[in-house]
């Protein structure tokens, strides 16, 4: 069964520091990976995406990693922000012509002042 | 640029009520899907319109029923409400029909059934 495993559920981290979110994915064939930010009571927007032979992807101070083998992603967050503050959704494409999205039940990140 | 709109922005409903969503995708986008998020269960997939047609739907009740219009426009229908209907409901629009153009999403509606 194609599944997308989030870790940790939940994250509070001081303003300032770094921190790393991970995603495990059982999805085949792959496709693409995505993360997506959600603000509270907003929809998702897209932070990046890699395709199988991608293996790092960078948005400012996001800085996704993926490795097809162990078929493992993670995103990490530099220099955190107040505003970084959101839910951090993985969202793994198939790729067998599905056109299937297999989503993650997200990372809630909080930062403190 | 206009992105992906969603109306209402938030809607209060009794058990047993109907409700219509809309979304207006990004122009020049054909395909649309709706989406359930609920804090328990994450995004859940509705369905997905392409052209008109509905292409892809997920695993829920035949409550659930949406289409598409000639503008890409896209409604989502739920009939007989029920409390456990209660989520945030996202549209997401994408230019073409694959996994390769990625979504964008709405800000979603809001639906409380109380």
């Known amino acids: 069964k194609n599944q997308v495993e989030q870790s940790p559920q939940s994250l509070i981290i001081l303003e300032g520091k770094n921190c790393t979110l991970q995603?495990?994915?059982?999805?085949?064939?792959?496709?693409?990976l995505r993360w997506y930010k959600q603000d509270t009571g907003r929809g998702p927007v897209s932070l990046t995406i890699?395709?199988?032979?991608?293996n790092t992807k960078s948005n400012g101070r996001y800085t996704a990693t993926l490795d097809a083998d162990t078929k493992q992603s993670s995103l990490h967050i530099t220099a955190s922000q107040l505003s970084d503050s959101a839910s951090y959704i993985c969202?793994?494409?198939?790729?067998?012509?599905?056109?299937?999205?297999?989503f993650g039940t997200g990372t809630r990140l909080k930062v403190l002042a | 640029k206009a992105g992906v709109t969603q109306t209402p922005r938030y809607l209060i409903k009794t058990r047993g009520q109907q409700v219509t969503l809309s979304c207006s995708p990004i122009?020049?986008?054909?395909?649309v899907s709706w989406y359930q998020q609920t804090p328990g269960q994450g995004l859940q997939f509705l369905f997905e319109?392409?052209?008109?047609?509905?292409?892809n739907k997920g695993n829920f009740p035949g409550r659930f029923s949406g289409r598409q219009f000639s503008n890409s426009r896209s409604e989502m229908n739920v009939s007989t409400l029920e409390l456990g209907d209660s989520a945030l409901y996202l549209c997401?629009?994408?230019?073409?029909?694959?996994?390769?153009?990625?979504?964008?999403f709405g800000s979603g509606t809001r639906l409380t059934v109380v």
């Open positions: 969202v793994v494409s198939e790729g067998s012509g599905t056109y299937k999205y297999i």
């Open positions: 995603c495990n994915y059982t999805v085949s064939p792959f496709s693409n």
């Open positions: 890699m395709t199988f032979s991608e």
């Open positions: 122009s020049g986008h054909r395909s």
């Open positions: 319109y392409f052209s008109e047609t509905q292409r």
């Open positions: 997401a629009s994408q230019k073409g029909q694959g996994v390769n153009y990625g979504y964008t």
